[in-house]
């Protein structure tokens, strides 16, 4: 893992130019901040990237988001579309998932670890509520919580 202090300008700007890629692409790849990208590309008075195509990857939280509504008892009912079996899924620019493994990717800002399962003390099917989704990794923290083998 490279630090902010250790990438130099000048493979910010090579970064820049390599693709049709976004300032926070290319800071997240590099681990700068998105503000020392953009200013790069001024300095360097590289092409604005293009605008319709960061509005979409902007906006992917905000699709997630927007098809997520909150219901009675904290739970929350999906909108968007299912699988045929009625599992909530998200299509996004051509590739399709879980919406659990999605909302879980937003609540916790990490990958699901194993398959997603509801927490027991969510009773709705299909809920998407954040705080009601489990991964591997929080389900065994939740036994050894509640003391179980
Ligand atoms: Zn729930």
């Known amino acids: 893992m490279t630090t902010s202090t250790e990438v130099t300008d000048v493979e910010i700007a090579r970064q820049l130019a390599s693709a049709d890629v976004s300032n ?54 999906w909108t968007g579309q ?4 009625g599992t909530p899924m998200l299509s996004w620019r051509g590739r399709a998932e879980t919406a659990y493994r999605a909302v879980f990717r937003i609540r916790h800002g990490r990958e699901p670890q ?25 389900r065994e923290e939740r036994r050894c919580r509640e003391g179980g083998s």
Do not use: M
């Open 114 to 138: 194993g398959n997603i399962t509801h927490a027991p003390s969510c009773v709705r099917e299909f809920c998407v509520a954040g705080e009601h989704l489990e991964d591997r990794v929080l």
């Open 82 to 85: 299912t699988y045929p079996r």
């Open 24 to 77: 926070l692409s290319v800071a997240k790849r590099l681990g700068v901040p998105w503000g020392r990208v953009d200013e790069v590309r001024q300095r360097k008075g590289l092409e604005t990237f293009q605008r319709g195509r960061r509005a979409v990857e902007a906006s992917w939280e905000e699709a997630v988001s927007r098809r997520v509504k909150p219901v009675e008892d904290g739970h929350a009912e």
